[in-house]
């Protein structure tokens, strides 16, 4: 377990109990209430409580509740860190309303009293897409496609490997559960961050997990491995395309061809090939009672683990195109799961 100095990156550890232990009334002041098992003023039933379920965690953050039940994450940042100015940059307002900005939010921020070199960040608390079931091609699609978007975004801002995971880190991808809870009547204090996100009651098919929605937004769950490019040869990046299908497949408003190929870079191709191996592989290896559903994107998934994977907006055009090419039967019936 990490001390209260050390790297949790680096180590590869959680920091340790007794710091958040020290920091559960400073953090309660700020309206962030950690679990009991970190109240300095309870003994702890366990040394080491169960984390969360990996993909809801990162090594230097904690769960915490704001008033009213709210799931968020608390993390420690080095006040000088390059992650804490990309996440404060990409939250600006300007910025946070840009297509593909999939920055995780900072909601708040905050300088450790007894440390100045820390700062505390609070985002959502995110969980990890396996968590959601897919009704349709349309709902993996279309969750393909804002990821794509993202590293549009991410791209033409000169950042870098955005989709790098570790043996620590096991989703680099969450989702805001907060407009499904709400859609769905449910209620945050029920909601477990050391386990799944799952309804209360089973549906009328015995599933205890939420549906996908249009409304769930997805977000990179971390920023700390990525690269800010600062010499990189070829055409000026293109911003995120403005085009979006619309429903039924309809024509885009903007001709996908008429976009501009953005530069490119080994963390830019890194960031493909990880699209295809993490993001879309996940995917694939979900569909395993239709596995003829995706069968459609294996040339296009081929080339983006190779080597010299297409940039992210010609991946995001073709990707597009491919999309709806199926029919509105193969897209809305054909069972995924």
């Given amino acids: 377990m990490a001390t209260h100095d050390s790297d949790p990156w680096d180590s590869g550890h959680h920091i340790a109990d007794d710091y958040w232990r020290s920091r559960y009334y ?28 990996p993909p809801n ?22 006040t000088d860190s390059q992650e804490l100015s990309l996440l404060l940059k990409f939250s600006q307002p300007k910025m946070r309303s840009a297509p593909g900005n999939l920055c995780v939010p900072v909601l708040d921020t905050f300088e450790d009293p007894q440390n100045t070199s820390v700062t505390f960040v609070v985002t959502p608390f995110l969980f990890d897409p396996i968590q959601l079931s897919w009704r349709n091609v349309d709902d993996i699609m279309n969750y393909i496609t804002r990821i794509l978007e993202g590293l549009v975004f991410f791209h033409a801002n000169d950042i870098s490997d955005v989709l790098s995971s570790t043996n620590n880190v096991y989703s680099v991808v969450g989702f805001d559960a907060s407009s499904i809870l709400e859609a769905e ?10 386990g799944m996100l799952e309804r209360p009651t089973a549906t009328f098919f015995g599933n205890y997990i ?46 996908p061809s008429s976009l501009a190929a953005t530069r490119m870079t080994q963390g830019m191709k890194s960031d493909l090939r990880n699209l295809n191996r993490v993001v879309i592989g996940e995917q694939r290896g979900r569909v395993v009672e ?18 010299d994977p ?22 809305k019936l054909w069972p995924v799961q």
């Fill in 185 to 194: 009547g449910g209620n945050w204090n029920a909601v477990n961050p050391l």
């Fill in 57 to 78: 965690d990162v090594p230097d953050g904690i769960d915490a509740r704001m008033p009213g039940g709210k799931l968020v994450l608390v993390r420690r940042l080095a």
């Fill in 310 to 331: 297409p940039d992210a907006v010609t991946a995001l055009r073709r990707f597009r195109e491919l999309h709806y090419s199926r029919s509105w039967l193969l897209r």
């Fill in 210 to 255: 939420y549906y996908m929605r249009d409304t769930v937004p997805f977000y990179i769950v971390h920023l700390h491995y990525c690269k800010v490019e600062t010499s990189v040869q070829g055409p000026n990046p293109s911003p995120l395309p403005a085009y979006r299908l619309a429903e039924h497949g309809n024509l885009p408003a903007q001709d």
């Fill in 290 to 307: 239709n596995p003829t559903a995706l069968g459609f994107l294996q040339e296009l998934t081929d080339e983006l683990g190779s080597s």
């Fill in 26 to 53: 400073l953090l309660a002041v700020r309206g962030y209430t950690l679990r009991d098992h970190f109240r300095p003023d309870k003994q702890p039933s366990q040394r080491n409580p169960p984390r969360p379920w």
